[in-house]
């Protein structure tokens, strides 16, 4: 885990940075690569994260499972970046209300899975970021990806039965949570350089999700074999996967960017048939390309200021 229009749940698109220390090795490591394989890699790391966080659930539950993630990825961060804590009032108005939303969005989303299928789940959530794409604008091709992603999302909903009403609430939530993260990731990338405002922010965000990841996971947090699967967890869905898109971010387009992104659903919707063995029907299958269509045409055609 925004511009243009930024859809992607974990990652800032900050452009100024410092190469030197291991994110500095990182990034000319990564310098071969063509920036759309940074793009994809990052958001198939994210997606098999979900996915093996969801199997963490049955030895932490969804939020146990969300505060491993967020702590163990801003240890990781703080570690990294060694942010300075001299910062004016606003700056951190702007960093804690990004992390809050950064923690909120990532617990509606891990109860979102816990009822509903990744694939599903995510093709919810980024609604957030299409509204974003397509909010305040009054051109007949925007209203046209506004109600093709609707169409998609009551395919997605009706098919096969329907989805648990209460993971439909969660992704929804989580979605509008990613909206308000992409706003908010415009105004910390323009307040803090590098990735010290980020690791500030996961403080946050794992500050929030900690009361509720103890009160249902208690002291099996402790527990090696959890810890050592969040550590994983952190990794594929936070560390990993913003360094690629914070590389990839310096090498192509915003709205470039923001299309390769919108691939998200599909990838999701492959994780959790490969590694949670979650199928979904062809109808359901028809709505996520629904809603990966509806967002490549907004970002595509999105107006440069938007």
């Known amino acids: 885990m925004g511009d243009v229009v930024t859809v992607h749940v974990e990652g800032i698109p900050e452009r100024r940075y410092h190469r030197s220390g291991p994110v500095g090795f990182a990034s000319r490591a990564f310098g071969a690569v063509p920036p759309p394989a940074l793009v994809l890699l990052g958001v198939i790391s994210v997606q098999v994260?979900?996915?093996?966080?969801?199997?963490?659930?049955?030895?932490?539950?969804?939020?146990?499972?969300?505060?491993?993630?967020?702590?163990?990825?801003?240890?990781?961060?703080?570690?990294?970046?060694?942010?300075?804590?001299?910062?004016?009032?606003?700056?951190?108005?702007?960093?804690?209300?990004?992390g809050l939303v950064l923690g909120a969005m990532n617990l509606c989303f891990y109860?979102?899975?816990?009822?509903?299928?990744?694939?599903?789940?995510?093709?919810?959530?980024?609604?957030?970021?299409?509204?974003?794409a397509v909010f305040g604008s009054r051109r007949w091709l925007d209203g046209l990806w506004a109600l093709l992603a609707a169409a998609g999302v009551l395919m997605l909903t009706r098919v096969d039965g329907g989805l648990e009403p209460a993971g439909v609430l969660f992704a929804l939530a989580a979605g509008a949570c990613w909206a308000g993260y992409i706003l908010l990731g415009a105004a910390l990338g323009s307040r803090t350089s590098d990735g010290r405002g980020l690791a500030l922010a996961m403080v946050f965000g794992a500050a929030l999700a900690l009361p509720f990841g103890v009160a249902e996971a208690g002291t099996a947090?402790?527990?090696?074999?959890?810890?050592?699967?969040?550590?994983a967890v952190a990794l594929l869905s936070s560390v990993v996967p913003y360094s690629l898109e914070l590389e990839a971010l310096r090498r192509i387009p915003p709205r470039v960017f923001g299309i390769l992104m919108s691939v998200e659903p599909a990838v999701a919707a492959l994780a959790g048939l490969v590694v949670l063995h979650e199928a979904l029907h062809p109808a359901q299958w028809a709505a996520v390309f629904c809603v990966v269509l509806a967002s490549v045409g907004a970002t595509r055609t999105a107006r440069p200021e938007v």
């Open 49 to 98: 994260g979900a996915a093996v966080a969801k199997q963490l659930f049955t030895l932490a539950g969804a939020a146990g499972t969300v505060t491993l993630r967020l702590v163990l990825a801003a240890l990781v961060l703080l570690v990294v970046w060694r942010p300075s804590l001299r910062l004016d009032r606003r700056t951190w108005v702007v960093i804690a209300s990004f």
């Open 111 to 132: 109860q979102a899975i816990k009822h509903i299928p990744l694939g599903a789940a995510v093709t919810l959530e980024f609604l957030g970021p299409l509204a974003v």
């Open 221 to 231: 947090l402790l527990d090696p074999v959890v810890l050592i699967a969040g550590a």
